[in-house]
């Protein structure tokens, strides 16, 4: 198992497959740590090669290029693997690269994935039984799919010889946790240093920022309003039931969304219930009808009138 510690002296080998549209940050974030990790240690600890399905050039989602070692038929044998992944996930993921995927996992490697890599696993039929987790705007779709996957909200996830984290800097601290088992908090910490990253994070922290500090308020009623509102997206709760989950009376709750946000209780929730649509367009393969209705509108024709209030463009356009 990757996850654990190394006898003396070992080379712990990973392969990296790159994705179209894959994440360069969480790529970055995932395999800095380990040059960092040689450096400090004065020897091999880690060595790693860049696979791709066909050994061209992978493109990321910002539209750099980076050169892979192999196509998976020529790929020599790894002990383990590490799916990166990101935008468009979904057509990226090819019944070649499932195929393959399966059959490093019957010879045994331990199997993980960054950001929406984790799709390709469970797609691959690899992640069923284990926990896992992948990015905050797709758990959701993640879950549904994938039912016999105990999807968690973690910022990575390490489950016998399955390991998946949910991109940006999750890979980071990740790897961090890797070194610090396979080689002591020392070797984890001096990494962590060279990063200018102050806390090594643990797997079970949060993914986003808490709520207050990505609204930029204080008040604990207001708060409580938009968390009932983010729990609430396809089955939208009516204005006073809001208010009372946050403790106000509706008119109180206008009066502090006027105050604090600039905008009533109403159009900050449809703003929610539209960004929420817009990614899901954007991101997966979802019929506009099957979005509307996972984001709380009643019917395809109100949908597609609010989405191009909001955008500027219709449903269509952001497919």
Not at 211 to 216: A, C, S, T
Not at 225 to 247: F, K, T, W
Request: hydrophobic letters at 45%; one cysteine or more; a neutral charge.
């Amino acid at each position: 198992m990757l996850f654990a510690p190394q006898r003396p002296g070992a080379v712990q080998r990973i392969g990296f497959l790159l994705l179209p549209k894959f994440s360069l940050l969480a790529f970055a974030s995932a395999i800095e740590p380990l040059r960092v990790a040689n450096l400090f240690a004065g020897r091999t600890l880690y060595e790693w090669r860049l696979l791709s399905e066909d050994g061209e050039a992978v493109s990321a989602a910002n539209g750099m290029a980076s050169v892979v070692d192999y196509a998976l038929a020529e790929a020599p044998a790894l002990p383990a693997v590490l799916v990166t992944a990101s935008y468009d996930h979904n057509r990226a993921i090819t019944p070649g690269i499932l195929t393959w995927l399966r059959r490093v996992g019957r010879f045994g490697a331990s199997l993980g994935a960054v950001d929406t890599g984790a799709f390709a696993l469970a797609e691959a039929g690899l992640l069923d039984g284990y926990r896992a987790t992948t990015h905050w705007e797709e758990l959701e779709t993640f879950a549904e799919r994938f039912p016999l996957v105990e999807a968690r909200q973690d910022l990575f996830t390490v489950d016998r010889d399955r390991f998946t984290s949910a991109g940006g800097t999750a890979g980071l601290d990740m790897m961090l946790n890797l070194i610090r088992t396979q080689h002591g908090q020392e070797l984890a910490a001096a990494c962590a240093d060279t990063f200018v990253y102050a806390r090594i994070r643990e797997s079970q922290d949060r993914q986003r920022m808490a709520l207050r500090d990505r609204l930029d308020v204080a008040n604990p009623r207001l708060i409580r309003a938009v968390e009932a509102m983010e729990r609430a997206i396809e089955e939208p709760l009516s204005i006073p039931q809001v208010a009372d989950a946050a403790g106000a009376s509706p008119r109180e709750l206008e009066r502090m969304f006027k105050r604090w946000l600039n905008t009533g209780p109403s159009a900050y929730y449809r703003r929610l219930r539209l960004d929420r649509a817009r990614m899901l367009l954007q991101q997966t393969d979802q019929p506009v009808i099957d979005v509307a209705v996972k984001c709380g509108f009643a019917s395809a024709a109100h949908f597609a009138r609010a989405y191009k209030q909001r955008f500027g463009r219709p449903p269509s356009a952001d497919r």
